[in-house]
């Protein structure tokens, strides 16, 4: 057995409360943030669009394209790998979060 403390690959949170300090130092870069919230906001669109035409693809899409436009943000301008790959609930309520402060300007767009 290791005495050494675990590594960040190694973290397992047991709370969304204690991941989400984690998920903003992911997300630092302005430009990342704003993919993020674009990306996201899109999503929406088409998930009303989805019900609003019953139409089941375009929920797809608006996976599809929420997460093209946050890993563009994690590739690009963040230089790291998206915590969504380990932590794919948190990950996602992270987004949401995130997506909120932003559009209640309780987080620098």
Do not use: C
């Not at 969304?16 to 997300?27: I, K, N, R």
């Not at 906001?41 to 998930?47: Q, Y």
């Not at 230089?79 to 402060?101: C, I, Q, V």
């Amino acid at each position: 057995m290791s005495s050494q403390p675990p590594t960040r690959d190694e973290t397992r949170y047991r709370s969304f409360a204690a991941f989400y300090p984690f998920y903003l130092s992911e997300h630092r870069h302005p430009v990342s943030r704003r993919l993020h919230f674009i990306g996201s906001s899109i999503g929406l669109v088409l998930l009303a669009l989805a019900i609003l035409w019953q139409n089941g693809w375009l929920v797809l899409a608006g996976l599809v394209q929420g997460y093209a436009f946050a890993w563009v943000g994690h590739f690009f301008f963040e230089h790291n790998r998206p915590a969504t790959f380990k932590y794919p609930l948190y990950s996602f309520m992270g987004d949401w979060r995130m997506w909120w402060e932003i559009l209640t300007r309780q987080r620098a767009f």
